[in-house]
């Protein structure tokens, strides 16, 4: 029932900030047995875990990732974001925003976006 979808600049250029927002219809961000996360694949590479949001706004950062990164919400529109500074063609991927149910029925059932492609490059 969960939907997600991504938003945002399809190119930015090095040294700029990228802004991505997913919008979650079919439940509420604040349902306290939901995690909201953010992963990317580079071209020809694996899935990577960026960084996560709970239900009460409490987040965590990929170490690799955390002195550039922050993910925030708007619950008033049901969405969260995430902001990633000083961004390199490194950072081209196809970024997808997730939710987690972590509720004992049902803990582990995830819901995917269908991801969007950034390219960074002048």
């Known amino acids: 029932q969960v939907q997600l979808q991504e938003s945002g600049p399809s190119l930015v250029k090095p040294s700029q900030t990228l802004s991505l927002t997913c919008t979650v219809s079919?439940?509420?961000?604040?349902?306290?047995?939901?995690?909201w996360t953010w992963i990317r694949q580079p071209p020809g590479k694996g899935l990577q875990w960026m960084g996560v949001?709970?239900?009460?706004?409490?987040?965590y950062y990929s170490p690799s990732l955390k002195s550039r990164l922050s993910i925030f919400r708007d619950t008033s529109k049901n969405q969260f974001s995430l902001q990633l500074d000083s961004v390199t063609p490194e950072d081209t991927a196809v970024y997808y925003c997730?939710?987690?149910?972590?509720?004992?029925?049902?803990?582990?059932?995830?819901?995917w976006g269908k991801g969007t492609l950034v390219t960074v490059s002048s």
């Open positions: 997730t939710g987690l149910r972590t509720d004992f029925r049902y803990y582990g059932m995830d819901y």
């Open positions: 949001i709970t239900y009460d706004g409490s987040t």
């Open positions: 079919g439940g509420s961000i604040t349902t306290n047995y939901y995690a």
